[in-house]
């Protein structure tokens, strides 16, 4: 059972108050009847809602694919600089919204958006292994060697050992692209990754989650909807 208000502000673009408003002016009918009480508990698989005559349906939780511009932070609110909840184009916005996940204010790329906490948690475990895959821009060439370190488990410069990771060399980059998988997500894991090998790193992109990858035609800055089935990719040959 659900909340009225909980129900129609997590499949449809109104914050929490606003349907509790619209429930309280008589805008909202449950199975036919006005119903203004934002409390009231229903069954969302049988009982049916309208908001000013529009079916309310959808799905419970939603899934957003966020490619994250430079310069906003992967955070649901801060003091100073614009959030990734703050860029979402007023459609997919909803009450609960937070990123699974956090990219650098600098990292560009693929950030999911959900409001889908088990989803989240599953996704994040450490457990899972989830790989994700970034380029990065360096400020110098990478050898031989590096890609060895890598695959060994790198050491950071205040000791921890890394899990192993893959790099791989871009084409026509003249050896200074490196195209990075882990399976982990220390703080800063990459540029410090890079950092033990001397190397800096002058621009990162995630491109991928799991099976999950950014959509090429996506412009920074620019989000849109997945379904669950397409969020599940994420997880695609893992064991979970
Ligand atoms: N590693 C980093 O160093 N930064 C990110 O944003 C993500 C991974």
Redesign the pocket.
């Known amino acids: 059972m659900e909340r009225l208000d909980k129900f129609i502000s997590s499949r449809g673009t109104l914050s929490r108050s606003d349907a509790q408003k619209r429930i309280r002016r008589g805008d909202v009918t449950l199975n036919g009847e006005v119903c203004r009480s934002p409390e009231k508990k229903l069954d969302p698989e049988t009982d049916r809602v309208e908001l000013s005559g529009q079916a309310v349906c959808g799905d419970e939780h939603i899934y957003i694919m966020l490619n994250k511009p430079a310069g906003v932070v ?1 955070a649901t609110r801060d003091n100073t600089a614009k959030t990734v909840i703050d860029i979402l184009p007023p459609e997919l916005r909803r009450d609960g919204l937070f990123p699974a996940g ?3 204010k ?2 560009e790329g693929l950030l999911i958006i959900t409001d889908d906490g088990d989803f989240a948690h599953r996704m994040l475990s450490p457990k899972k292994h989830v790989e ?1 895959q ?1 380029v990065a821009e360096l400020d110098s060439e990478i050898t031989p060697d590096m890609i060895k370190r890598f695959e060994a488990g790198i050491v950071l410069e205040n000791g921890t050992r890394c899990m192993p990771a893959k790099l791989k060399i871009a084409e026509n980059s003249q050896n200074s692209t490196g195209i990075v998988t ?1 399976c982990e ?9 890079f950092a033990a090998c001397g190397l800096k ?1 002058v621009h ?1 992109q ?1 491109i991928s989650v799991g099976n999950l990858y950014l959509d090429g035609n996506l412009p920074i800055g620019s989000a849109k909807k997945l379904t669950k089935l397409e969020i599940e990719a994420i997880f695609v040959g893992k064991i979970h």
């Open positions: 992967s956090r990219l650098d600098d990292t994700k970034y882990i997500g220390k703080f800063h894991q990459v540029k410090k990754m790193v990162l995630r």
